[in-house]
Nanobody, 124 residues
């Protein structure tokens, strides 16, 4: 399984970006998927996750109301729509596929496949 994240870039505070994560090699239609991020000098943290059907989502408190995760299983793609971006959202964003289970996990140890990361930089 390969996960390829894209869509990062430089944006001003208050702006928007949409990240995409394309899965190839094996269908992940039954796997919950998640987005994590890691800022310089900080640990990787959970951002958002979505169940295989898309019917259940979870968000970190810091992004609730601003970020939206969605998925298109026909395209094997997961999205992260990020609005009202803040400088503190600056980080490398990673998509990941959960290793088993149906409930969306928030700990990175539950995710078995990781993308290469895409840089998001929000200027003030």
């Amino acid at each position: 399984v390969q996960l390829q994240a894209s869509g990062g870039g430089l944006v001003q505070a208050g702006g928007s970006l949409r990240l995409s994560c394309l899965a190839s090699g094996r269908t992940l239609r039954t796997s919950p998927m998640g987005w994590f991020r890691q800022a310089p000098g900080k640990e990787r943290e959970f951002v958002a996750g979505i169940s295989w059907s898309g019917g259940s989502t979870r968000y970190a408190d810091s992004v609730k109301g601003r970020f939206t995760i969605s998925r298109d299983n026909a395209k094997n793609t997961v999205y992260l729509q990020m609005n009202s971006l803040k400088p503190e959202d600056t980080a490398v964003y990673y998509c990941a596929a959960q290793r088993g289970g149906t409930v969306v996990a928030i700990t990175d140890a539950r995710y078995g496949y990781w993308g290469q990361g895409t840089q998001v930089t929000v200027s003030s």
